[in-house]
């Protein structure tokens, strides 16, 4: 891509422990940049106005919704996607809490949701289910019913050894 | 069957779970093929006005667009569609088009597209058109759609009515003069929308060189889209193909026919590329289906004994401007009405269902189409008249379902009941919950001041429906589906399905039943769905239909493969294929069990040394099973779910402290999706009782356009749900799985709004209004 000058920006982020370098138009939003231009689909839009938590990504370690940053923004930034924490035993156990407690069903609301929940168990290794429904109200998912995310952490947690 | 060492009826988690887990989903918006363009849409800014004009022309000078049509234009390459069928008699409904041609009917149909490289550049676009609307005069009020004076939504038609159908059975009449208590409720059940978190996503492709349309489609029924496209755009059946690759949700919403993806289907043939159509939250809730927009009015006639006698019922139904292609928009009332009082001995019924056009977004079939209406309006009415008994709200319900030793059991409103478990699940459910310990913690409670409220729901759930819910009215929607198994050369199998996956476990329990019959684990069967090139044709899945009749299809398939593998292995190890049968991969001995020969031995001669078979044995090895529903034109499922609130008389606020359900599919092929599908369920009818509602201004501007004004369950708010079983396998499939997926939403707002109006009855207060806003639980209660 070309730079516009009007329009467009230079921007270089590290993504999931990858450092990449492009021009983007300033318009356009972190969750735009990582799904249209780097690939990572995992980023879900469900509404483009951070009301859903689908497009949740971890920036600089805090966890933001890439629906509402533009991708300018996060210049210099460290990013984690949900196909990213590669080597992050908290987030392995969560991935295998997910899939044996059926906790997706159409995986739409899967990635945001194992970001926030890793994001929890940084926080507080040890969650009651009322602190994990607490942390994860802030993320809409429309097939489970929440019952079956919330044991899923509940039992990624027992593991005890989140950082 | 409850043999745990067998596949069927084993917890087991989705493969597809751990894809999603890695963030390895794939959703129409993430495939992106080379030279991809863009759609958006202008949308009518009214609920109803005449197009006087639509200029293009500086939306097509901007850089980066492409291509810009209007209605008339796009009707050139795609036919416009009628939404009736022929067993809905006297149903009515306009030809209906992608883009609007002359009239826009709601606020947000499509009236113009703009293609371009980018979606950004497409909406900019949609600023430059320069568009002249005629407001007209809009009817959005059910009330003022009923008015015969009134304005008329479509000049041709006398009236707004498009569909009317009067029910009548028993003695109505002398039930009620005959009555001990007569109790009535007026109902206002508010709109809602499905809020699928993957919106309607769409990419078309058309090759211009060989005529062929490929379509990636977040739906439901590719089959039927299939089919849709093929005679919409005059393209031969065999050069279409679409595909549903992961489906972010559908419950009804993703298998109805929308102009925008029609519409991008006729800007890939226009443009000969692949062009992409995702609605965006706004459009989603401007355009996707609206659902259960009902008044209902509705008195029940009881004996001094508690006997239901009779039940009277006036639904009047808006739909918006159109009935929907090609399912019709007459499903949702017809089945509310005749649902109603179902799981009860009540023998006499009147009824009388309007349904009704309107400016406001089409509403049509959705998860447990027409089950929360009849069941919040007769569970009302059922705690309505224990109060005026002074009977105990479970004691009633005992006196009056069906017993369970009835069946094969009609309704008063002619639907044949196979085998149903209201006793048994009205006990269970009341040893789950302990409902006497709940009642006793009531009154404590109350004694403080504290307003809790517990309410209970039977309800009858419509499954496995056969031809007769479509096709029989002239729709061509598959009411059969198949199932190709084929035998790999290491003793592994792939299959390829009809029914579709959109998250419940489709694949997964069809590996299931597959691998009891083949005699392998599920882990060696890989399964194909959702791409109408490569699986056998069928009706896919929706009416939780997909295990009762696709698993059986599967089982059929499955079954055959096993005679083919017996047969042959009987012949290589000059055995009778009677003696031998297949255990965790191997040809067994069926007596001993001793091991005669592994699956892997088997297919490595069928394929590659098959001259070692005797001479003219040509091995069948990829078979199909096919399946339809017979004998009863749907499958029954029932239940009792229960909710425990406490309510704020201050605030109006709602608190759900427990949920219960007890319900009876027949086999389950998995209980652990089982469950998860009635969590889901349940949560999705708590969230249409509680907070869901599509608010419209008077003038037909939709208001709730976004999820902080459209209020979805979130977790914080829901309880943990406790569930139960009981097992009725219906007789008319070998399988005995009936669906399962509607019953959580169709009695769960029922339960609920029947513990809200307990927890208020020390007050006087009555709500028959959804959703329970606090608003209007204050209003109930006379504080505002
Ligand atoms: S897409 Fe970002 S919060 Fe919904
Ligand atoms: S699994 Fe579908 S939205 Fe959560």
Redesign the interface.
Known sequence: MTLDARTDMPVSLTVNGRRTAGIVPVRQTLAGYLREELGLTAVHLGCEQGSCGACTVRVDGEVMRACLVLAVQAEGCVVETPEGFSGDPAMDRLRERFATRNALQCGFCTGGMLVAARDLLAREPRPSRHAIREAISGHVCRCTGYEAIVDAIEAASHGGTAP | MNDMTRPIGRAM??A????????????V??I?PAGCLHVAFLRSPHAHARILSIDLTAALDLPGVVDAFDGPACAELCKPWIGTLDHFPGLRSPEQHALAVGVARWSGEPVAAVVATSR?IAEDALDLIEAEFEELPAVTDIEAALDPEGVRIHENYDSNLAFRLDLNAGEPDAAFAGAAAIVERSFRFNRQTG?????RSLLADFQPGTGELTVHHSTQTPYQMHDVYSRHFGIPEERVRVVAP??????GLKLHVYGEEMATVAASIRLGCPVKF?A??YESFLTDIHLRDHRVRARMAVAADGEILAMEVDDATGIGPFSVYPRTSAVEGNQAIRLMGAPYRMQSYKGTLSVLFQNKAPTCQYRAVGHPIACMATEALVDAAAGALGLDPLDIRRRNVVPDDAYPYRTANGYMLEGLSHQACLEKLAALMDYDALRRDQAEARARGVHRGIGLAVFVEITNPGPAFYGVGGARISAQDGCTVKLEPSGAFSIAISITE????TEAIAAQIAADRLGVSPERISVVSGDTRTTPYGGATWASRGAGIGGVAVMKAAEAMRANLLDLAGTILQASPEALDIREGVIVDAETGTERMSLAELGRILYFRPDTLPPGTHPLLTVSGHHVPQGYPFAFTNGIQASHVEVDPDTGLVKLLGHWVVEDCGTIINP??VD?QI??????GIGGALFEECNYSPEGQLLST???DYL???????P??RIAHVATPTKTSPLGAKGVGEA?TAASGAALLNAVNDALSPFGAVLAETPLSPERVLRALGKV
């Open positions: 988690p989705r597809a779970a751990r894809r999603h887990a890695a963030g390895r989903g794939r959703f918006d993430d992106a950004a809020v699928t978190l993957e919106p992961d489906v972010g949700g559908s419950f995702i965006d939250r959109q998250g419940q476990g652990l999706l998860e969590r889901g369920g349940v949560v999705h976004t999820l902080a979805v369950p979130l977790a914080s708010e829901m943990d749900i959580g």
